[in-house]
DNA sequence: ATAGATATCTAGATCGATCTAAAGGCTGAA
DNA sequence: TTCAGCCTTTAGATCGATCTAGATATCTAT
């Protein structure tokens, strides 16, 4: 038995309670100034007495504008994502626009139905940071799609907004060399993520440039979580002779092989070093020294792209990369002793 | 300058191309049966050729359903809120409803914001894991609200799905009295919140029950993050007696108060006993001994609960009340020596 | 006094779907 | 043949706002 709620408050019953038109009490609704001070007034009062709830639903149908925006991204339990919605939110929030999420857990078909029903709420842009694999197949080929920009992981075809992760992993090759560490380890990062190669090509990079020799045991691929650090870092240990510093994926790897690490008895900074990469709000708390991707920015600048394309959808394709930055803490330190040196 | 969309396809074009109404098309669109098969079939190329897309803010409009519905945290960042979204997100969209996301990072303000806007937009429904402090003060007394349902976090005059905390630190004490434990810290955990009252109170009533004397020092109130358990295991560590072994208000807080001891040179779970609280996903990689909440259930009953007032908003207020679990990993271990006995 | 400018307000169409109530066609029973 | 009953389809009103184009009143300058 459906309790049947009282009828809505609509703008006719402002109206015709201020002794106003529809029209008017619209306009004072929406802000416009050529309101008289005293109907705006009037039209106000009214709007409290009657208790009036503003329905966007019926303001977009007409206006042509949801002010809702689409954020799809492939893991919110990622600390990094979470830290990106958050900016994302907070940004789009102070711009009057509601965020609408989806999370994807990287599975494609979930991609698809979400950027379908986005479509069609409608949102008025989607903001999203594609699952594995879709950089290219990319966009759905049905309907229409409101402006999109792509974030963290580049797409075909639309705006984005990323970090030049090249850079960022030869800055922590370079900080490790710095330490006197030769045998550096890559860690965590499934090969075909875009963010991954580009890390992976910087790291490479960062080793050519102190004549340092590349070899691919060095490369441990992982699932790109705690435990997947957790694994890469025993695995890499056990190589002969083994590595004595890691650059790690991402934060949540490095702490997965921080875990590692203790689990054997070996003290980040002490007897290995590990470098993340994101800086997260945790990096500071678990003293990691890690590459700074600066998320929350990373998210607004996202959303300034996405509000710009609004504006002017013909407008060329735009590419924003953010440059990293190093942040030194206690999880990397000079290199003491090293027990393979003699075996070489 | 704006460049010109392409008209919208609407279901008029749909039903001139395919022969028939505009309400066939929509009885088509919503699988209503009473449509002869040639003629739902006839629709349903039309739709694919002329690359038709719904809309659903008209379809609201009319039908007074949006089907979408708000969720409101504290905080994305948490991870045990991100498992939540998570699965409250899944469940509600394989229900055919869209999540609309606001994060209030404990602000009161924010929230009363975020109540506003979905109701809106308007929402069928909002879910709100309230801000400290707002269990009481709560809804904002404006127009309207749709049916809410509060989780984690009780709210006056609104359903609620939470976790018997009294229980879960309970059977934390019991567990940890039983390795041998006779010192034992509640650490993290602001006493404002209800659910740190709650645990506290379990956390007594489990010494009571062992005729263990409560010193109040032993409770550390901290900020209930990763750094609030370092600083909080750091000054319990400085009491003396010592306590071998923390209860902990949550996973992250227990995370940071093993940081800690790892910063000290002891090992949890041999020189020192930790219990987390919900067993967020990295509680397992990270051998954590914790009381399980089972976050994604809580989202799913919570989701549950809502969806049920939606359909019948008149019913009687319900309350569910999950049942905790102790779940044993490595961070818990049997009192081996404790250097303070002989001090006592 | 009159035309023109300015400020303020409004009637009515409109956005794109759903809903209601009923129409048309067909079947089988009386 | 006629009519009730079923199946299928539809015209037109409707949801609650915005937008357009113009009306009305007030003021200024000539």
Known sequence: MLASSPPRVTLLDIASDAGVSRATVSLVLRNVPSVAPATRKRVLQSINRLRYVYHRGAASLRSQ????????????TNPFFAEI???????????GLVTILGN??????????????MSEYPADGILICPTQGSEKTGLPTGGRLPPIVAFTRPMDGVDYAGTDNVTGSELAVEHLVGLGHRRIAFIGGPAQLTSAQQRFSGYRRGLEKHALEYRKELFVEQLPTRQGGYHALISALQLSPAPTAAVCFNDVVAFGAIEALRGRGKEPGRDFSIVGFNNIADARAGSL?????????LGETAADLLLNRIRDPGSPLRQVILSPRLVVRESTGKLQHDSNESNQ
Chains 1, 2 share one sequence.
């Open 289 to 297: 020294t890690t590459i700074d991707t600066s998320p929350a920015k």
């Open 65 to 76: 504008r949801s002010h809702a925006i689409g954020l799809i991204v492939s893991d919110i």
């Open 104 to 117: 994807t857990s990287e599975n494609l078909a979930k991609q698809q139905r979400l950027l379908r029903s």
């Open 85 to 95: 919605i958050v900016a994302i939110e907070d940004w789009l929030g102070s711009a």
